[in-house]
């Protein structure tokens, strides 16, 4: 008799054996259907064929295996991955390899799926549901499903206007082959420099082996152009391409400039697919003929069948990094994956992390450098603007250096670029009469006025309420005050300021899907706009050649909560922004608002001169045995009752291990000491470099228990401290 260990997607249980049926055939990898229960639930075999030793369950009490998938198993580097991050993380295998299998139809056989869409017929009986999901519905095709959830309403609803003729049945091929990328399509003139880079790039996928290159080149010198070149190179020898974005708003004009270097799109994987979308997308990364693959951080599990590059753009952003569920880092999970796969890795940025100028300099990962925009462009002029010497005038948050400049712009017909990292009117609201504040009922947070939507929001759960006209507390009548500044209110001081200007906001409220990220590209491009006020939305990937002035409204608040990357954060977002502007043959220039023009990082931001700044911060992270020359690990315990929370993590805390050179300091009441509505303790290990923490953490947590209620998450590298 055969037995399998499987994998089953149930992230309480590790591997389980099962007796595979006669006339079954798996194989490591195959993806099943395995009994647990009264339920059947998918899973991965990870050993086919094991004979039984003795301690192991009787033969006779295994269960059958139910059904093999119709798609191919997934492959050795891909399941070493998965043990690998689930191991480095401490998170259950299962729950890695849950972000591999995100397509449960991707596993039946080809198949046509019946999608529907409006013909423009009007039902004769019209009920209020039905002018809802015809309106909401569109020109837009999808399951009966999806039309119901993008329409708010029953599926009965879009069943009966399919019946009334007002949706016609469409059946698709729902795995038709993507079109083939090609790489000699419009190849670009590189300069001598990007030529050289390029070079070492393409002998890196020629090559065909790991090799982790950092690829340094400042904002504007056409890393993106370089690193095509190495994608090129792998298309040539047939070998998949994984591109990460840190940002789903970035992959519009990504997409683009791939269209235009390569003919045609590549595939695009994010939140926002259909379901048949996924399944085409799904199967073809898996036969191989899905040959370049952009996408944020959920596309690096997918099952890649030969994969020859990855690439990681923007790879300092934290966005990288998974904050719920398996909390890990897809930067460094990439590098991982391109050593499993046995490929190179690019990691593409213009103010690269320590973490990984660090790797550089122990000589693990190569350096590739551009030091110069490409063409006329010229680094922008920077200066800052001291807020206490030239302040703005009361009530409003734009210096006269920077209202100035701004006019010359609007004069010259050039755009400019606010950057104000804080989404809505004002971070608090305040009563005038009584001093109430409003405050989200789930988490330690205050409630942010946006104006726009007349609502009041939470920033960390999304509660959000009708901004009130009277004082919940006192019930004073137009009592309520806003404090400080937000894009919105931004916007407001431009359109006091300019009332000719045509202003646009960018932020995640304005921008929440491709689509209106592309519109925003086209107006700018069309001149239709004047001035942006926006978030780090902005901040990263575009290029707009008119864009000339860019003002950073307050420079100061990313290191307001001061951990240990505040000041490298704030290096890289401003730096970021800054090379927005100039990026033509029109000069660019910068102006910094901030209260200490003498900090560090604002004379590295100024002078341009980074290796300072990174030399001063690199030897603070060394002394304080920081990352990456020392390790830290959070435990963060919740609940949603405070005494179990608490209790848990006195427990976690007393039972903290003593080992050599291991510090475990707390348990505290996190910064955000409620989230969702479940109460936060955290803990955080401070460890030196060569210690297993991992290990460390998964015998102490291993041998602890407490109530179902609470939860008991460990964050590894984290980067949130709140
Ligand atoms: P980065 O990613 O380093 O900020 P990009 O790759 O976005 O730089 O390049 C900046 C701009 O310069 C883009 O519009 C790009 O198309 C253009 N560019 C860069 N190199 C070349 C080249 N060799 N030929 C033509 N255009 C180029
Ligand atoms: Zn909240």
């Known amino acids: 008799m055969s037995r399998a260990r499987v994998l089953v997607m149930n992230s309480a249980l590790g591997p389980l054996d099962y007796r595979v049926p006669a006339g079954m055939a798996v194989e490591p990898g195959s993806i099943v259907v395995a009994p647990l229960g009264p339920r059947q639930l998918l899973g991965v075999v990870w050993e086919a064929d094991r004979l039984r030793s003795q301690s192991e369950v009787g033969d006779n ?66 009920t209020p549901q039905r002018a809802q999901a015809l309106e909401r519905i569109g020109d837009r095709q999808g399951l009966i499903r999806e039309l119901a959830t993008m329409a708010d309403v029953s599926d009965a609803v879009v069943r009966g206007l399919a019946k009334s003729g007002a949706l016609v049945a469409v059946s698709v091929d729902v795995d038709s082959p993507y079109p083939s990328p090609d790489p000699d399509h419009a190849p670009p003139d590189l300069s001598a420099e990007q030529r050289a880079a390029a070079d070492r790039l393409v002998s890196g996928v020629a090559a065909g082996a790991f090799e982790p ?8 010198s056409g890393k993106t152009e370089v690193y095509f070149e190495a994608v090129a190179e792998a298309l040539r020898r047939d070998r998949q391409t994984l591109v990460l974005l ?15 270097r390569f003919g045609c799109e590549p595939v695009a994987w994010h939140s926002g697919l259909r379901s048949t979308q996924r399944r085409r997308a799904w199967r073809a990364i898996q036969s191989g003929q899905a040959r370049v693959v952009v996408g944020a951080r959920s596309a690096l599990f997918l099952p890649y069948r030969n994969l020859g590059l990855l690439v990681v753009d923007e790879a300092h952003e934290t966005s990288f990094k998974q904050e719920d569920g398996v ?12 050593k499993f796969e046995n490929c190179p890795v690019i990691l593409a940025s213009a103010t690269p992390a320590i973490e990984t100028r660090q790797q550089v300099a122990l000589g693990r990962y190569a ?96 509660h959000a309420e009708p901004t009130p006209r009277l004082c919940p507390e006192c019930k004073g009548e137009d009592s309520l005050v806003a404090c400080g500044p937000g894009v919105e209110r931004i916007a407001d001081e431009v359109a006091a300021l300019f009332p000719a200007a045509r202003v646009a906001q960018v932020t995640s409220d304005t921008i929440w899907s491709p689509a209106k990220a592309a519109e925003f590209v086209g107006r700018m491009e069309a001149g239709e706009i004047d001035v ?51 990026r033509g043959a029109k000069p660019g220039r910068v102006l910094i608002q901030t209260h200490s023009p003498t900090a560090q990082v604002m004379q590295a931001l100024v002078t341009g001169e980074a290796a300072a700044f990174y030399a001063a911060e690199t030897d603070a992270r060394r002394d304080a045995g920081a990352p990456p020359f020392g390790r830290y690990a959070a435990i963060i315990v919740s609940s949603e009752d405070q005494a179990a929370a608490l209790e848990t993590a006195r427990l976690v805390g007393r039972a903290a291990p003593q080992a050599d050179g291991m510090a475990v300091y707390g348990p505290a009441p996190a910064p955000l000491a409620m989230l969702r509505g479940r109460h936060r303790y955290r803990l955080l290990v401070h460890a030196r470099r060569a210690l297993d923490v991992q290990d460390e953490i998964r015998d102490w947590l291993g041998g602890l228990a407490w109530p179902a209620k609470v939860r008991v998450a460990v964050d590894v590298d984290p980067y949130s401290f709140l």
């Not at 798609?71 to 689930?86: D, F, G, K, N, Q």
Request: hydrophobic share 40%; proline share 6%.
């Open 213 to 220: 290159t950092l690829l340094d080149g400042v904002t504007g």
């Open 327 to 338: 909390h890990y880092h897809a930067r460094d999970v990439a590098v991982m994956r391109g």
């Open 246 to 260: 840190p940002e789903i708003a970035l992959t519009e004009p990504f997409l683009r400039r791939f269209h235009d």
């Open 61 to 126: 009490r295994l269960r059958n295996l139910l059904a093999v998938a119709d798609a191919l198993p997934i492959a050795a580097p891909l399941r070493r991955l998965v043990e690998w991050t689930s191991d480095y993380y401490l998170a259950p295998p299962a729950a890695v390899m849950r972000m591999t299998l995100t397509s449960t139809s991707a596993l039946e056989g080809a198949k046509l799926a019946v999608e529907y869409r409006a013909t423009g017929e009007v039902p004769d009986r019209l």
């Open 532 to 582: 942006v006020v926006g978030t780090q939305l902005v901040t990263k990937g575009y290029h707009f050649p008119d864009l000339t002035l860019v003002g950073v409204v307050d420079a100061d608040l990313g290191l307001e909560g001061g951990d240990l990357r505040a000041a490298e954060r704030t290096f890289q977002q401003i730096r970021q922004v800054s090379g927005r502007a100039g």
């Open 367 to 462: 350096e590739v450098r551009l030091p110069a925009r490409y063409g006329e462009a010229q680094m922008p002029a920077i200066d800052a603007v001291d807020l206490i010497a030239e302040p703005p005038e009361r009530g409003r948050w734009l210096s006269p250096r920077l209202v100035k400049e701004m006019a010359v712009n609007l004069d010259r017909r050039e755009q400019s670029l606010l950057f104000l990292n804080r989404r809505g009117y004002a971070p608090l609201t305040l009563c005038r009469a009584c001093g109430h504040r409003f405050q989200c009922p789930n988490c330690t947070a205050w409630m942010v006025e946006h104006r726009l939507s007349r609502r009041i929001a939470c920033h960390h759960c999304g």
